[in-house]
T-cell receptor, first 116, second 111 residues
Framework: GAGVSQSPSNKVTEKGKDVELRCDPI?????LYWYRQSLGQGLEFLIY????????KSGLPSDRFSAERTGGSVSTLTIQRTQQEDSAVYLC??????????????FGEGSRLTVL | EDKVVQSPLSLVVHEGDTVTLNCSYE??????LLWYKQEKKAPTFLFML????IEKKSGRLSSILDKKELFSILNITATQTGDSAVYLC???????????FGAGTTVTVRA
């Protein structure tokens, strides 16, 4: 697609429920990132996918968080047994292949998650 | 632990004013520093700086990096209401691909 697409744009859920957030990166972009942005905070790295390599999951805050990337394209971030502190905007970004493209990420509009 | 600190946290100016945003960092294996503008949701890329002392310029925006003193500044001249946004600074490492972001500076430009 023309840009990084994320869905849903807004999600309100009850504490303890599971949620899935979807990211469709720009076609041809091999790198995909998930970040979390809490109110008034900077972006917190969650997970990184690059091609067929094992993902870097070092930023996931707990084992309730997991992510997949199927076929090197669409990614799903799953949060199990949601807690109120999970409320945030979850941003997905992708990057073109090649060393020259390092740094410049293309972000989606984000999924705003509210856990009641 | 890596640190990226932006200042001020927020500022309010009037159209036509010049603003200077600061970003200082402490990271291992520095590769580049990036500036993003976040108006509503999706941050958009402004600049990437890798070399010290070389100014990057795009219209009324410019940025420079000081690798010795570990900081960067972003200048916006002749501000317009459309410059109102959160400006994010991020640092990229040599040996990985994660960007460490600062908390951002919220700029409000009043007509």
């Amino acid at each position: 697609g023309a840009g990084v697409s994320q869905s849903p744009s807004n999600k309100v859920t009850e504490k303890g429920k599971d949620v899935e957030l979807r990211c469709d990166p720009i076609s041809g972009h091999t790198a995909l990132y998930w970040y979390r942005q809490s109110l008034g905070q900077g972006l917190e790295f969650l997970i990184y996918f690059q091609g067929n390599s094992a993902p870097d999951k070092s930023g996931l805050p707990s084992d309730r968080f997991s992510a997949e990337r199927t076929g090197g394209s669409v990614s799903t971030l799953t949060i199990q047994r949601t807690q109120q502190e999970d409320s945030a905007v979850y941003l997905c970004a992708s990057r073109r292949p090649g060393q020259g493209a390092r740094g410049e990420l293309f972000f989606g509009e984000g999924s705003r998650l509210t856990v009641l | 632990e890596d640190k990226v600190v932006q200042s001020p946290l927020s500022l309010v100016v009037h159209e036509g004013d010049t603003v200077t945003l600061n970003c200082s960092y402490e990271v291992t294996n520095f590769r580049s520093l990036l500036w993003y503008k976040q108006e509503k949701k999706a941050p958009t890329f402004l600049f990437m700086l890798t070399s010290s002392g070389i100014e990057k310029k795009s219209g009324r925006l410019s940025s420079i990096l000081d690798k010795k003193e570990l900081f960067s500044i972003l200048n916006i001249t002749a501000t317009q209401t459309g410059d109102s946004a959160v400006y994010l600074c991020a640092v990229e490492h040599l040996d990985d691909y994660k960007l460490s972001f600062g908390a951002g500076t919220t700029v409000t430009v009043r007509a």
